[in-house]
């Protein structure tokens, strides 16, 4: 089975102040993983993916995220938050072979001005 | 390209009732899963469709029940409702496959009183 644990519950920070949100998982086979992030009263919209290759993986928006294997990490960052930047932040772990996801509680990050 | 849409928006029902919940999945997915995101916590899995037929279950009670039509739409009935059935529901579409990633409806947000 797997399990995925968001270590802070809620994260404020300043306008233009960088932001690490972190990530743990445990897992007995592969991983695939994912940020998804949920504005209030909408649905989780996918940030970013590690799959497979680089484990690095950057997002749109300036986000990113490093597959830290030997950590079973798989932390979020981002050098400048904006104020729009505030929402809730899920990680979420899927194994190789079945299709669902396991989920963090989520992390509530506020950026404040 | 219409996303993954679901009906209704909100919904409110009393304990015992039963009630039915759909999800359109985005053109071209064949794969529909359902969640369960209680307040202040991260989604939960139902369960998850594939070819009408449940391929997957999670932790969830068997008052909890779903179905899969030929267009790969899905609706999720939940009997004998009880207070804690209140949450956001969350329906996930996506292509079958290890590499499928799933995205997400708006939910449906159901309350029990």
């Known amino acids: 089975a797997q399990s995925v644990t968001q270590l802070d519950s809620q994260v404020p920070v300043f306008e233009e102040a960088p932001v690490e949100l972190r990530c743990n998982y445990s897992?007995?086979?592969?991983?695939?993983l994912f940020w998804y992030v949920q504005y209030p009263n909408q649905g989780l919209q996918l940030l970013l993916k590690?799959?497979?290759?680089?484990?690095l993986v950057e997002s749109i928006n300036g986000f990113e995220a490093e597959f830290n294997k030997s950590q079973t990490s798989f932390h979020l960052r981002k050098p400048s938050v904006h104020i729009s930047d505030t929402a809730e932040y899920f990680c979420?772990?899927?194994?190789?072979?079945?299709?669902?996801?396991?989920f963090g509680r989520g992390t509530q990050l506020t950026v404040w001005p | 390209d219409a996303g993954v849409t679901q009906s209704p928006t909100h919904l409110i029902k009393t304990r015992g009732q039963q009630v039915t919940l759909r999800c359109s999945p985005k053109s071209g997915h064949d794969t529909v899963s359902w969640y369960q995101q209680a307040l202040g916590q991260g989604p939960q899995f139902i369960f998850q469709y594939y070819e009408e037929e449940e391929r997957q279950r999670g932790n969830f009670p068997d008052r909890f029940s779903g179905h899969q039509f030929p267009n790969y739409s899905s609706e999720l009935n939940v009997n004998a409702l009880l207070l804690g059935d209140s949450a956001l529901y969350l329906c996930?579409?996506?292509?079958?496959?290890?590499?499928?990633?799933?995205?997400f409806g708006p939910g449906t947000r159901l309350t029990v009183t």
């Open positions: 590690y799959l497979s290759g680089s484990t």
């Open positions: 996930a579409s996506s292509l079958q496959g290890i590499h499928g990633e799933q995205y």
């Open positions: 979420a772990v899927r194994g190789s072979t079945l299709g669902r996801l396991y």
């Open positions: 897992s007995s086979v592969s991983v695939y």
